[in-house]
């Protein structure tokens, strides 16, 4: 059994999916926006959560799970079952790269850890993702990314100086996670199959959803060992660059950064207060750091008298690094997005004509693709335990009617 001819640079890797929800999920749709032949598992009875998240069409399709799904082919297996279990390891069997998400244990308690997958397959990379990791005094404890998020600093750190910590819109631990679980998976990918002639075996990666996370704060580990220093919150303004904030427009606001010496002294000019630059508050980015609530006053004194439009306009003017504040209805109708083909329409069975995501980042040779969107709960057991594990359509249905597909 052949991973299926896909577009993208990852054609010929095939990747069992049994993890649920976000960081797996996310990592895997990554892999098949590039070519990978991802076959996700879900339970026969309770499809994946996403399934049922906002906001969902007139019809109930969540379009949620029509984004995190796609180029996914999707069947349903009892991993507990002993039938099941059997199963999953002739799925694992051809597969380069297996991911799960559940609690630490589980696996190896349904006879499918990391022994049981090598056993059928060494060249195997199995992916772990868990909340805590697969070791530790935490490790069986069940663990979500908004949890991650307040463990790992990124709460306390996120907000304004005289707010609550706050935790962020998006599942940002998740969605990290899924990104350092792309990434490893790749590099196992290389050393299996090309780093110094090939070793020709996989491997375990163990990711956490807090590591990701708290790796994300460089610099930040070795203040506090040396310094005794923690990162506290800053609003919109970089603790070590300034200026740096989202300004007040007339009708609105924009972003700016201007760290750079030369880009400040053009700030300067372009608002029509040269003299900053040889203010000594303001003379280089350290003191321009500690003086910032003086300096960004001197800018937005200027922002609020202009609309969004005109401030960026006369900031650009000068060679200034500046930008909108967008929501989606601005990034939908703006020019760079279009001119980048950042949207691809796909034709769904079930919601019909809709744009979404084309694949992050472009590849100039081997571009990814979005073939279809999230698909129905086991749409494809058929077409993968008959077509490719040569099951008869008898032992299909008995497997239905036994429950374990």
Same mark, same amino acid.
């Given at each position: 059994?052949?991973?299926?001819?896909?577009?993208?640079?990852?054609?010929?890797?095939?990747?069992?999916?049994?993890?649920?929800?976000?960081?797996?999920?996310?990592?895997?749709?990554?892999? =098949?926006?590039?070519?990978?032949?991802?076959?996700?598992?879900?339970?026969?009875?309770?499809?994946?959560?996403?399934?049922?998240?906002?906001?969902?069409?007139?019809?109930?399709?969540?379009?949620?799970?029509?984004?995190?799904?796609? &180029?996914?082919?999707?069947?349903?297996?009892?991993?507990?079952?002993?039938?099941?279990?059997?199963?999953?390891?002739?799925?694992?069997?051809?597969?380069?790269?297996?991911?799960?998400?559940?609690?630490?244990?589980? @696996?190896?308690?349904?006879?499918?850890?990391?022994?049981?997958?090598?056993?059928? &397959?060494?060249?195997?990379?199995?992916?772990?993702?868990? =909340?805590? #990791?697969?070791?530790?005094?935490?490790?069986?404890?069940?663990?979500?990314?908004?949890?991650?998020?307040?463990?790992? #600093?990124?709460?306390?750190? &996120?907000?304004?100086?005289?707010?609550?910590?706050?935790?962020?819109?998006?599942?940002?631990?998740?969605?990290?996670?899924?990104?350092?679980?792309?990434?490893?998976?790749?590099?196992?990918?290389?050393?299996?199959?090309?780093?110094?002639?090939?070793?020709?075996?996989?491997?375990?990666?163990?990711?956490?959803?807090?590591?990701?996370?708290?790796?994300?704060?460089?610099?930040?580990?070795?203040?506090?060992?040396?310094?005794?220093?923690?990162?506290?919150?800053?609003?919109?303004?970089?603790?070590?660059?300034?200026?740096?904030?989202?300004?007040?427009?007339?009708?609105?606001? @924009?972003?700016?950064?201007?760290?750079?010496?030369?880009?400040?002294?053009?700030?300067?000019?372009?608002?029509?207060?040269?003299?900053?630059?040889?203010?000594?508050?303001?003379?280089?980015?350290?003191?321009?750091?500690?003086?910032?609530?003086?300096?960004?006053?001197?800018?937005?004194?200027?922002?609020? /008298?202009?609309?969004?439009?005109?401030?960026?306009?006369?900031?650009?003017?000068?060679?200034?690094?500046?930008?909108?504040?967008?929501?989606?209805?601005?990034?939908?109708?703006?020019?760079?997005?279009?001119?980048?083909?950042?949207?691809?329409?796909?034709?769904?069975?079930?919601?019909?004509?809709?744009?979404?995501?084309?694949?992050?980042?472009?590849?100039?040779?081997?571009? #990814?693709?979005?073939?279809?969107?999230?698909?129905?709960?086991?749409?494809? &057991?058929?077409?993968?335990?008959?077509? /490719?594990?040569?099951?008869?359509?008898?032992?299909?249905?008995?497997?239905?009617?036994?429950?374990?597909?």
């Amino acid at each position: 059994m052949t991973a299926r001819e896909r577009q993208g640079p990852l054609d010929g890797l095939r990747v069992i999916d049994m993890s649920g929800m976000i960081s797996g999920a996310f990592a895997t749709t990554m892999l =098949g926006d590039f070519g990978a032949d991802v076959v996700m598992v879900e339970h026969p009875k309770v499809g994946d959560p996403i399934r049922e998240w906002p906001r969902k069409t007139e019809d109930g399709e969540s379009l949620a799970w029509k984004s995190l799904g796609r &180029n996914k082919r999707c069947i349903t297996l009892d991993l507990g079952a002993d039938r099941g279990r059997d199963l999953a390891l002739d799925l694992v069997e051809d597969a380069d790269v297996v991911f799960e998400n559940f609690r630490p244990g589980t @696996m190896e308690r349904w006879g499918l850890g990391p022994e049981d997958v090598h056993e059928v &397959n060494e060249r195997a990379i199995m992916v772990r993702l868990s =909340g805590y #990791g697969q070791t530790g005094p935490k490790s069986e404890k069940p663990g979500f990314g908004t949890v991650a998020e307040g463990i790992s #600093g990124w709460a306390h750190a &996120n907000g304004f100086p005289d707010s609550e910590p706050l935790l962020p819109p998006i599942s940002l631990a998740d969605l990290t996670a899924a990104q350092f679980a792309l990434q490893s998976t790749l590099m196992a990918v290389f050393e299996r199959d090309v780093g110094r002639g090939g070793s020709g075996e996989g491997q375990v990666i163990d990711v956490s959803l807090t590591e990701p996370l708290w790796r994300l704060f460089f610099g930040e580990v070795e203040a506090y060992d040396r310094m005794g220093h923690t990162h506290e919150r800053t609003g919109n303004r970089h603790p070590n660059t300034a200026p740096r904030n989202i300004y007040e427009t007339a009708d609105g606001y @924009m972003t700016m950064s201007a760290s750079n010496q030369k880009i400040f002294e053009r700030v300067a000019e372009a608002i029509g207060k040269p003299e900053l630059v040889d203010d000594p508050r303001f003379a280089d980015n350290s003191t321009r750091v500690e003086h910032v609530e003086a300096l960004d006053a001197e800018i937005e004194a200027w922002t609020r /008298e202009r609309t969004t439009e005109a401030a960026i306009d006369v900031l650009e003017s000068h060679d200034a690094i500046v930008g909108p504040v967008y929501d989606m209805a601005d990034i939908f109708a703006d020019e760079q997005f279009q001119a980048r083909d950042s949207f691809v329409e796909v034709d769904d069975p079930d919601v019909g004509p809709i744009r979404t995501f084309a694949p992050v980042p472009k590849f100039s040779r081997t571009p #990814g693709a979005v073939e279809f969107l999230g698909p129905q709960h086991g749409e494809h &057991n058929v077409e993968v335990y008959g077509s /490719e594990l040569g099951l008869s359509a008898a032992e299909i249905a008995t497997l239905e009617a036994d429950e374990v597909i």
